[in-house]
T-cell receptor, first 116, second 112 residues
Framework: NAGVTQTPKFQVLKTGQSMTLQCAQD?????MSWYRQDPGMGLRLIHY???????DQGEVPNGYNVSRSTTEDFPLRLLSAAPSQTSVYFC???????????????FGQGTRLTVV | DQQVKQNSPSLSVQEGRISILNCDYT??????FLWYKKYPAEGPTFLIS?????DKNEDGRFTVFLNKSAKHLSLHIVPSQPGDSAVYFC???????????FGDGTTLTVKP
């Protein structure tokens, strides 16, 4: 059981380039999220999804797009990379109980992105 | 305005003693609280959680206490072990979607 898999683990981009961070989970979880973590700070929510075909913005969505065409995959697209997007990106998945309660999130190992 | 705050960036404790990590929140709509542990170059891993209908949850050496009137929760680790040295994040969530708001983390160092 792989859990949450993120690729790539490391990436260096030039300002203005675009790229897609991949995230896949094999736990059949409804919910998936993307966070970024900057030095000395907690995780900040970029975008999230409550199911295939449904996405919504988080706390810091500008400069990022997402889509959720399948339950398993939740890619994050950087449209035009900027140095301010240098960060570590974490993808997470979680599920809802039969009674509708939230549960803990399972995180990928992260993608360390540097924009020069 | 930061809705989840961990006011101590770091904590150092002797092995075998108790570690107490604190977290404050401002949003009274939060109804589920979690603690995650993070080692360098890894993703956060879930440690323990508590629903707003409870005031205490225990799992082995880890206990989380919730004081809703004070909007405060704490994580107690007893006894602390060197392997507990990591960054601990407090998180809070509300409603549907599985998304959480995180504090900035507390780096715990347990000295042998």
């Amino acid at each position: 059981n792989a859990g949450v898999t993120q690729t790539p683990k490391f990436q260096v981009l030039k300002t203005g380039q675009s790229m897609t961070l991949q995230c896949a989970q094999d736990m059949n979880h409804e919910y998936m999220s993307w966070y970024r973590q900057d030095p000395g700070m907690g995780l900040r929510l970029i975008h999230y999804s409550v199911g295939a075909g449904i996405t919504d913005q988080g706390e810091v969505p500008n400069g990022y797009n997402v889509s959720r065409s399948t339950t398993e995959d939740f890619p994050l697209r950087l449209l035009s990379a900027a140095p301010s997007q240098t960060s570590v990106y974490f993808c997470a998945s979680s599920y809802r109980t039969m009674t509708g309660d939230n549960t803990e999130a399972f995180f990928g190992q992260g993608t360390r992105l540097t924009v020069v | 305005d930061q809705q989840v705050k961990q006011n101590s960036p770091s904590l150092s404790v002797q092995e075998g003693r108790i570690s107490i990590l604190n977290c404050d929140y401002t949003n009274s709509m939060f109804d589920y609280f979690l603690w995650y542990k993070k080692y360098p170059a890894e993703g956060p891993t879930f440690l323990i959680s508590i629903s707003s209908i409870k005031d205490k949850n225990e799992d082995g050496r880890f206990t989380v206490f919730l004081n809703k009137s004070a909007k405060h929760l704490s994580l107690h680790i007893v006894p602390s072990q060197p392997g507990d040295s990591a960054v601990y994040f407090c998180a809070a969530s509300t409603g549907r979607g599985g998304k959480s708001t995180f504090g900035d983390g507390t780096t715990l160092t347990v000295k042998p």
